[in-house]
């Protein structure tokens, strides 16, 4: 047989061992609702929560790091610390482009070569200080802000948002800082 008749059959194997298969907190994810000023949404963001996933297993101090590129794509840097806040760094370099018609709301994500997956700014603040984030399957979520440790009184806020855009807060996992 021909190499090229395995590929189909290649490429699904692999796309599904990179998929994982975690609760689904949200069964029915909202589509964004605000537009996104880039310019403002672009900059440095500490993960207050999120859905535990497999590529942050053991991730403390999370911080994403979004800025223009000069080809209008994304420049995304995702780090973490290993088990402690002070845990060695881990940085992960990916790219981002603005999916057409979305009020740049929708992302295609990809930190492995020709693999986009879906990122969702659901909601964010009228000043850009929290967003919340997710994709079409409710599997993941994340809940970030601009300064490591915001008050008591907005984290009860950005879980109760959450809440109503139909997660279950019970799956948060909060990340240290």
């Not at 090229?4 to 609702?33: D, E, H, K």
């Not at 973490?80 to 929708?106: F, H, T, Y």
């Not at 490591?148 to 879980?159: H, Y």
Request: glycine share 8%.
């Amino acid at each position: 047989m021909k190499l090229r008749s395995f590929l189909p059959l290649i490429a699904s194997g692999f796309l599904a061992a990179c998929s994982t298969v975690g609760p689904v907190g949200n069964t029915s994810v909202p589509q964004p609702a605000k537009t996104v000023q880039l310019d403002r949404y672009l900059g440095n963001w500490f993960e207050l929560a999120r859905y535990e996933n497999s590529f942050e297993t053991d991730c403390e101090g999370v911080t994403a790091q979004y800025s223009l590129r000069d080809d209008g794509m994304i420049k995304v840097i995702n780090t973490c610390r290993k088990d402690s806040p002070d845990g060695a760094k881990k940085a992960v370099e990916g790219l981002a482009k603005i999916v057409p018609d979305s009020g740049n709301a929708k992302l295609k994500v990809s930190f492995f070569g020709p693999f986009y997956g879906d990122y969702w700014v659901l909601d964010h603040a009228a000043d850009y200080s929290w967003s919340i984030v997710g994709e079409p399957s409710g599997r993941y979520l994340w809940i970030l802000t601009r300064t490591a440790k915001p008050s008591e009184q907005t984290r009860k806020m950005l879980v109760k948002r959450a809440t109503s855009l139909g997660y279950d807060a019970a799956l948060l996992r909060w990340t240290r800082h």
